[in-house]
């Protein structure tokens, strides 16, 4: 069974590059066809999907968030790391990593708050 576990959630101030970490265990995150995705919840609001990298190491962004976000992965570690540059308030939500497989998000972490303000 695979199991994530996102981190690195917290307070950031705007202006500043926002780091998450999904570590991720019961499955190699090179393994073929998996794709980990990132997605976010502002509170009382509905989940937002930012990107996937998939096991390959390609990546795939939603437009909106394309100019600011961007992934790497460490196979060593089988971590996925999410990073947003330049955050506004409005980037204040739980973010949750998931496992892509057939065109659903197949597991999820349990999620990390991240709040952005001066």
């Known amino acids: 069974q695979v199991q994530l576990r996102e981190a690195g959630g917290g307070p950031v101030k705007p202006s500043q590059t926002l780091s998450l970490t999904c570590e991720v265990s019961g499955a190699s995150i090179t393994t073929n066809p998996y794709a980990w995705s990132w997605l976010r919840q502002p509170l009382g609001k509905g989940l937002e999907w930012i990107g996937y990298?998939?096991?390959?190491?390609?990546?795939t962004f939603n437009p909106s968030l394309r100019s600011r976000a961007s992934f790497s992965r460490d196979t060593s570690k089988n971590q996925i790391t999410l990073q947003l540059r330049s955050v506004t308030p409005e980037d204040t939500a739980t973010y949750y990593c998931a496992l892509f497989l057939h065109w659903a998000f197949a597991s999820w972490g349990q999620g990390t708050d991240v709040t952005v303000s001066p």
């Open positions: 990298i998939s096991y390959y190491g390609d990546t």
